[in-house]
């Protein structure tokens, strides 16, 4: 099977600017989590998605949102982007939400 | 607040020797441990996991200790291989059916020499 795979792998934006961030999952996968990844703050959990609901969140602000589609392909989105917000975003599927999850190579997402 | 705590940010063991990674939680409804392995350009890899009502989990050169009472778990490799250096994570999650929220530590690099 192939793996998560994350779409760009990698991205420049400039601060105030918007960008959108692709994940597919595993195939047969249903659900999707994904992570903010900073030297500073290791890793940290954003959002998961089961059956394209929202299961569980994060302690990021309102500007970082997701949503996940009947494919179980999902996307998460940053809103007026800051500098801090430059990081690894990691996406990780698992069958269910009760199993060992898998990461994907992540987006390096640079803001300047 | 960091809930989980990885307080040695690297470890350096020659080829062959023990590693052992520690790694202590502050959340007493964390029920659920896993360890990750992470090389550089790649997401991290499931090495490992092991759920509170055990105290040793092993998985062939990987063996994983919970200390429940001490909140503090442990990752030991043996022998160590070059191929192990990268760096390890240490997550938990409340309950085995909550995996698809991890709480991560910052990480500890892991050098074997050869």
């Known amino acids: 099977k192939a793996g998560v795979t994350q779409t760009p792998r990698y991205l420049i934006k400039t601060r105030g600017q918007q960008v959108t961030l692709s994940c597919s999952p595993i195939?047969?996968?249903?659900?999707v989590s994904w992570y903010q990844q900073t030297p500073g703050q290791g890793l940290q959990f954003l959002f998961e998605?089961?059956?394209?609901?929202?299961?569980n969140k994060g302690n990021f602000p309102g500007r970082f949102s997701g949503r996940q589609f009947s494919n179980s392909r999902s996307e998460m989105n940053v809103s007026t982007l800051e500098l801090g917000d430059s990081a690894l975003y990691l996406c990780a599927s698992s069958p269910q939400a009760t199993d060992t999850q898998y990461f994907g190579p992540g987006t390096r997402l640079t803001v300047l | 607040d960091q809930q989980v705590k990885q307080n040695s940010p690297s470890l350096s063991v020659q080829e062959g020797r023990i590693s052992i990674l520690n790694c202590d939680y502050t959340?007493?409804?964390?029920?659920?441990f896993l360890w990750y392995k992470k090389y550089p350009a790649e997401g991290p890899t499931f090495l490992i996991s092991i759920s509170s009502i055990k105290d040793k989990n092993e998985d062939g050169r990987f063996t994983v200790f919970l200390n429940k009472s001490a909140k503090h778990l442990s990752l030991h490799i043996v022998p160590s291989q070059p191929g192990d250096s990268a760096v390890y994570f240490c997550a938990a999650s409340v309950g085995s059916s909550n995996t698809g929220k991890l709480i991560f530590g910052q990480g500890t690099t892991l050098q074997v020499k050869p």
């Open positions: 959340n007493s409804m964390f029920d659920y």
């Open positions: 998605y089961f059956s394209e609901t929202q299961r």
């Open positions: 195939s047969g996968h249903r659900s």
